[in-house]
C-alpha cells in the first residue's frame, strides 16, 4: 500500500462514493432488512444477489462490503473519477485474474454529520 497516493486519491475517491451514494442509509435500503442480517451473520448469499443488479453501488457493495472479484470495467466506472490503475498503485485493491478484488476494508460509517468512510485492512 502507497500511503501517500491512498490518501491523494481521498478527494476524488471520496466524489465516486458520494456519487454512487455509498452511505450506510442507503447501503441499507439496497439490501433490505433480510439480506442486512444475513449480512450481519456472516450469509452473504443475499445481499450478493441483490447487489449484481444494482448498479455502481451494487459494485461497491460486492466490492467492498462483500470482498467479491468483480469485472475490472464495472469496478472503474463504480471509482471514476479514480481509475483503477490508481486504486491498484494506490493499494485500496488489486488484480485477481480477470478482475478487481478489495486489498482494504471501505465501509460507509453513520456518523450523524452527514457521509464518511471507514477505511482499513481487511479481516484476516
Not at 467492498?64 to 481509475?83: M, N
Amino acid at each position: 500500500m502507497d500511503r501517500d497516493l491512498l490518501l491523494s486519491l481521498c478527494p476524488a475517491l471520496r466524489t465516486a462514493l458520494i456519487r454512487c451514494r455509498y452511505d450506510l442509509d442507503t447501503v441499507r435500503e439496497l439490501l433490505g432488512p433480510e439480506a442486512h442480517a444475513a449480512l450481519g451473520r456472516s450469509e452473504p448469499v443475499p445481499a450478493r444477489r441483490v447487489a449484481r443488479g444494482a448498479g455502481d453501488l451494487g459494485v461497491l457493495v460486492r466490492l467492498f462490503l462483500l470482498q467479491d472479484t468483480c469485472p475490472e470495467d464495472e469496478v472503474a466506472q463504480a471509482l471514476a473519477p479514480v481509475t483503477t490503475e490508481q486504486a491498484v498503485q494506490a493499494g485500496l485493491v488489486e488484480r485477481d485474474g480477470d478482475g478487481v478484488r478489495a486489498a482494504l476494508d471501505l465501509r460507509p460509517l453513520d456518523a450523524g454529520t452527514g457521509s464518511r468512510w471507514v477505511l482499513s485492512d481487511l479481516d484476516g
